[in-house]
């Protein structure tokens, strides 16, 4: 799907909702969908800020916020200091580099079925779930290797 379709349906269920489109929200919600790399809420508004220059960074808290409520967007804390926010269109997972902090959508057909069997196995209501695979990411390992030579 492209991410001009992934903008347009996500504005009409916003529509539906009864809730306004302002153009700081349309251009918030077009960078997530546009943009892969997990942006930190100071991402967005910095990469923004240009577009929209009387925003400011609690607009962008307050979106962010509202689209989370709504299920748009998955707010990812891996334990640093700033979340990380997803636009979510399909279940997926994440692999996380542990050295740069990079992350990297998964997506993995075999694990669609995990909240029916977590169910049957343990009568566990699932709401939702999460994957996160940690290693070193690509560039990370070459860094590394480099490094061991010298």
């Known amino acids: 799907m492209s991410s001009n379709h992934l903008v347009t349906q996500s504005i009409e269920k916003l529509k539906r909702?009864?809730?306004?489109?302002?153009?700081?929200?349309?251009?918030?919600?077009?960078?997530?969908?546009?943009?892969?790399?997990?942006?930190?809420?100071?991402?967005?508004?910095?990469?923004?800020?240009?577009?929209?220059?009387s925003m400011s960074a609690a607009t962008v808290y307050n979106n962010l916020r509202l689209f989370t409520k709504i299920g748009f967007v998955v707010e990812m804390n891996y334990g640093d200091a700033s979340s990380r926010f997803d636009f979510t269109s399909t279940q997926h997972y994440h692999a996380i580099?542990?050295?740069?902090?990079?992350?990297?959508?998964?997506?993995?057909?075999g694990l669609e079925d995990i909240g029916e069997?977590?169910?049957?196995?343990?009568?566990?209501?699932v709401k939702r779930h999460r994957l996160e695979i940690y290693?070193?990411?690509?560039?990370?390992?070459?860094?590394?290797?480099?490094?061991?030579?010298?």
């Open 17 to 53: 909702a009864h809730i306004r489109i302002t153009p700081q929200r349309h251009g918030i919600l077009e960078y997530l969908i546009e943009n892969h790399n997990h942006p930190t809420a100071d991402e967005i508004y910095q990469a923004l800020a240009e577009q929209f220059p």
């Open 117 to 125: 069997v977590t169910t049957n196995l343990t009568g566990f209501k």
């Open 135 to 150: 290693g070193t990411c690509p560039e990370c390992q070459l860094k590394q290797e480099q490094a061991a030579k010298n």
């Open 97 to 109: 580099c542990e050295v740069c902090g990079r992350i990297e959508d998964l997506y993995y057909p």
